[in-house]
Every structure is written in structure tokens, then in C-alpha cells.
Antibody, heavy 116, light 110 residues
Framework: QVQLQQWGAGLLKPSETLSLTCGVF????????WIWIRQPPGKGLEWIGEIDHSGSSSYNPSLESRVTISGDTSKNQFALRLSSVIAADTAVYYC??????????WGQGTMVTVSP | QSALTQPASVSGSPGQSITISCSGTSSDVGGYNLVSWYQHHPGKAPKLIIFWGSKRPSGVSNRFSGSQSGNTASLTISGLRAEDEADYHC??????????FGTGTKVTVL
């Protein structure tokens, strides 16, 4: 059974870069699609972007100028970087895999707070 | 990319059925039969309960069912139970390897 475990800094100052990593355990990064999703406090879920098995990524247009999603098959993990963070980037961030155009395995979530 | 529209809250008594709507456009919900639904208890990761509009993953109760008509998808929970109290989110594929989520619905079991 594939499990995802994510880690990264939970407290950032404005203008810093958010960096989160999601490890794939019990399965392979290759051959699947992977996604990052976030939920700001009191709001709904938001699609950040995805990376496919070839390493090609696509991003939410509202974040595209600041976001990078990358994969490392040697470490069986993928990562999210969001530059120049602001208070509005405060959210719980989740990694997940994509199967049948749905997200069926999720990481545990990481609360990221942006505060001066 | 605008969020799909869901009612903010829906409530029902144990044993009743409730339906949550998810309204989009022809560029997302109506353009593809690729709506998924997630149950989200506070402090936990969301759980997939419906994909492809009406398919249930293995292990998901048949009390959850999904449907779609035009630009609107729906999730019905029948035989409502206390443990169904959670937030529910819809999501649709929107083309070009992009997805859009709904605004989320809080389900309360009275």
C-alpha cells in the first residue's frame, strides 16, 4: 500500500520561499502523476499543480509565476517550492497522487504559516 | 479558473438522505465526466469517496453516490450517520492537466 509522507518548514516570513517534500513509500514515483493541494484557514481546497511520470509539470495560473514542482526518482520523492510567500499563502499543504483523475492517496498535511 | 459552487452547509437527521450540489461550467464539470468528491474530517487528510462522477473506490460505503447533469454534479449521502459529519469537497478536471475544487460544504448531522 502506497503511503505519502511530507515534510518541510512550517513557519516562514514574507518574501521567503516555501519548500515542502513528499516521500513515496511502498510504491514508485515513476509511472504515476503527483499533485500538491492547499487549504487556507476557513477556505476550500485549491489545486497548486502537478507533475507527471516524465517530470513534466503544470501549475495553477494564479500561482504559476511563483511555483515549481519537481521530482527525484532516485529518492522516490517530489517537491514543492513557492517563492516570495505572502500571508495569503498561509495554508495546510497536502501532497497526493493522481489516479483516474482523482486524488486517492494523500500525505498527512503540513501547516505553513507566513508571518513577519 | 473559478471555484466550483457548493452550498456552505447541509444538515440532516440520522437515517435521512442529503444531497450536495457542485456547480461549474462547460469548461470543467460539464465538459468532462471527471468529478471527484472528498470527505474531510478536521485535522485529517481528505478521503476520496467518488471519482469519475459516480464511481466509488474500494472500501467506500455504498451510502455515498454521485451523479451529474449538465454543469452540475451531486453527491448524495443516504442513511446519514454521525460519522458522516465532515466537510465535503468536489473537484473537476478542467482540461490542460488542471483541476478546480469546489467551495466546500459542511455537513452537520442533527
Amino acid at each position: 500500500q502506497v503511503q505519502l509522507q511530507q515534510w518541510g518548514a512550517g513557519l516562514l516570513k514574507p518574501s521567503e520561499t516555501l519548500s515542502l517534500t513528499c516521500g513515496v513509500f511502498g510504491g514508485s514515483l515513476s509511472g504515476y502523476y503527483w499533485i500538491w493541494i492547499r487549504q487556507p484557514p476557513g477556505k476550500g481546497l485549491e489545486w497548486i499543480g502537478e507533475i507527471d511520470h516524465s517530470g513534466s509539470s503544470s501549475y495553477n495560473p494564479s500561482l504559476e509565476s511563483r511555483v515549481t514542482i519537481s521530482g527525484d526518482t532516485s529518492k522516490n520523492q517530489f517537491a514543492l517550492r513557492l517563492s516570495s510567500v505572502i500571508a495569503a499563502d498561509t495554508a495546510v499543504y497536502y501532497c497526493a497522487n493522481i489516479r483516474n483523475n482523482a486524488f486517492d492517496i494523500w500525505g498527512q498535511g503540513t501547516m505553513v504559516t507566513v508571518s513577519p | 479558473q473559478s471555484a466550483l459552487t457548493q452550498p456552505a452547509s447541509v444538515s440532516g437527521s440520522p437515517g435521512q438522505s442529503i444531497t450536495i450540489s457542485c456547480s461549474g461550467t462547460s469548461s470543467d464539470v460539464g465538459g468532462y465526466n471527471l468529478v471527484s468528491w472528498y470527505q474531510h474530517h478536521p485535522g485529517k487528510a481528505p478521503k476520496l469517496i467518488i471519482f469519475w462522477g459516480s464511481k466509488r473506490p474500494s472500501g467506500v460505503s455504498n451510502r455515498f453516490s454521485g451523479s451529474q447533469s449538465g454543469n452540475t454534479a451531486s453527491l448524495t449521502i443516504s442513511g446519514l450517520r454521525a460519522e458522516d459529519e465532515a466537510d465535503y469537497h468536489c473537484c473537476s478536471y478542467a482540461g490542460g492537466s488542471s483541476y478546480v475544487f469546489g467551495t466546500g460544504t459542511k455537513v452537520t448531522v442533527l
